[in-house]
């Protein structure tokens, strides 16, 4: 059964900085795209940064442009989101997923799910 825990999120102010980390279990992500979305109370869940197999390509979100570096680590099956200069907008639950090819921006889009880790950012 494939597995992905989230860990790393909590309570920062506004300008600080979160290394969020996704360790996946169950299977080998050989070929796989990894991603990492945020939902905020009352929003909808929302495209941050996705990373392909390799590492070699990443996409962000605008609004996270610049301030955020996904990377990933394929011997440890692991998918991290730094995440800088933090602005109280930042402030969501943050999910990472995966699919099997070329990345997308869109939630239908990934079948496997982490539970979620909650980032609250002060002003």
């Known amino acids: 059964q494939v597995q992905l825990v989230e860990t790393g999120g909590g309570l920062v102010q506004a300008g600080g900085s979160l290394r969020l980390s996704c360790a996946a279990s169950?299977?080998?992500?050989?070929?796989?795209?990894m991603a990492w979305f945020r939902q905020a109370p009352g929003k909808e869940r929302e495209f941050v940064a996705g990373i392909s197999w390799s590492g070699a390509s990443t996409y962000y979100a605008t609004s996270v442009k610049g301030r955020f570096t996904i990377s990933r680590d394929n011997a440890k099956n692991t998918v991290y989101l730094q995440m800088n200069n933090l602005k109280p907008e930042d402030t969501a639950v943050y999910y990472c997923?995966?699919?099997?090819?070329?990345?997308?921006?869109?939630?239908?889009?990934?079948?496997?799910w982490g539970q979620g880790t909650q980032v609250t950012v002060s002003s």
């Open positions: 997923a995966v699919r099997r090819g070329y990345y997308s921006r869109s939630v239908d889009q990934y079948d496997t």
């Open positions: 169950g299977r080998t992500f050989s070929g796989y795209s």
